[in-house]
Each structure stands twice: as C-alpha cells, then as structure tokens.
C-alpha cells in the first residue's frame, strides 16, 4: 500500500497511485470522491484533484522504479490533520474513488502518515 508522510502543518501536493488497480489501456476519466478516516480536528483537507497528464516516473527506497501512464494517477494537495496525544504519528486512511474510461467506479486506498518529529 502507497504511503504518503507529511507534518501536520504542511501542505503537499502528492500522487495517488491508481495503474496496478487499472487494466491495461484503461485510463481515469474522472475523480468521484476522496475522503480519509479518521475524521480530525483540525481534520485533513484536499484541494481540487486533478489526473496526470503525462506517464509519471517513481522510485522507491531500495531504488528501483516504475512508470505509471499518463491518464492513472490522481494528484491532489493535501493538508491539515492532528496527531492524537501522546502519538508520534497518526495515520489515516485515504480513499480516492474515480471513473475510469471502463468501469463506473474503482477506489484505490493509500494511508496518509502525519509525523512531526524528525
């Protein structure tokens, strides 16, 4: 599962994932919903999402990468958020739901971790 860090008093611009939930061809033709778990105050926000325009390149820790085509991935600003007392981290879940140009309705989930600390 796709994990996205920020603190909690950032605002970050992040990609959701969604091409290994796609079939091949199969592109996103619209973001229905995006809603997180659990309900904060102050909770997380989500500015207007948007669909990658063109194939998107990620590399992950042990260094290897992969390509997601354009048209598979939701790229959304996320802030707010809190960290419940006596926490290091709080995660949440983070639910995209979108229309694809084949199915009426796919949800990809992602945990979004608020760590403050370094």
Not at 9 to 29: F, H, K, M, N
Not at 61 to 81: E, H, K, M, N, Y
Not at 95 to 112: A, D, H, N
Request: aromatic letters at 6%; charged letters at 15%.
């Amino acid at each position: 599962m796709q994990v996205l860090e920020k603190r909690s008093s950032e605002q970050v611009r992040y990609d959701i994932d969604l091409s290994a939930l796609l079939t091949a061809g199969e592109t996103i033709s619209s973001v229905s919903a995006l809603s997180v778990e659990p309900v904060t105050v102050p909770p997380v926000a989500f500015g207007a999402p948007s669909i990658n325009g063109v194939a998107s390149t990620y590399t992950d820790a042990w260094g290897s990468s992969r390509t997601a085509p354009a048209g598979t991935v939701v790229q959304v600003v996320i802030s707010g958020g809190k960290i419940a007392t006596g926490a290091q981290v709080q995660d949440y879940t983070v639910r995209c739901k979108v229309v694809t140009s084949f199915s009426p309705l796919v949800e990809g989930t992602v945990v979004l971790r608020i760590k403050d600390a370094p």
